[in-house]
């Protein structure tokens, strides 16, 4: 059974720092771009960072303090979110989509398209003083 399971969401103060992490398990992520999302209350789900092997996409909002890597090891790819300010304040998802290969943008359109083929449950991050 494919699946995906997000892990590390919080409670952080502004400025503060968290690590998500997103485990698959049933198959093999070399062989897909991952994507992490978010959806607040009340506004519509939107990409945050996604990545293939054509191309790694951030959302303007988190230029510079986000970071998404893979470790193809561990199966697993995480989200390294620096500066968090109360409006990341979201359900993050991560999301996994066939890769079309080195010559196509398949992370950036999961991002900018806001799809994926596989998603996990998500976990809550809040940011609050």
């Known amino acids: 059974q494919l699946q995906l399971v997000e892990s590390g969401g919080g409670l952080v103060q502004p400025g503060g720092s968290l690590r998500l992490s997103c485990a698959a398990s049933?198959?093999?992520?070399?062989?897909?771009?991952i994507g992490w999302f978010r959806q607040a209350p009340g506004k519509e789900r939107e990409g945050v960072s996604c990545i293939s092997s054509g191309s790694t996409y951030y959302a303007d909002s988190v230029v510079g303090r986000f970071t998404i890597s893979r470790d193809n090891a561990k199966n697993t790819v995480y989200l390294q979110m620096n500066s968090l300010k109360p409006e990341d304040t979201a359900v993050y998802y991560c999301?996994?989509?066939?890769?079309?290969?080195?010559?196509?943008?398949?992370?950036?359109?999961?991002?900018?398209?806001?799809?994926?083929?596989?998603w996990g449950q998500g976990t809550q991050v809040t940011v609050s003083s």
């Open positions: 999301a996994a989509e066939v890769d079309l290969g080195s010559l196509m943008s398949t992370g950036q359109d999961m991002c900018v398209m806001n799809k994926g083929d596989y």
């Open positions: 049933g198959f093999t992520l070399d062989y897909y771009a």
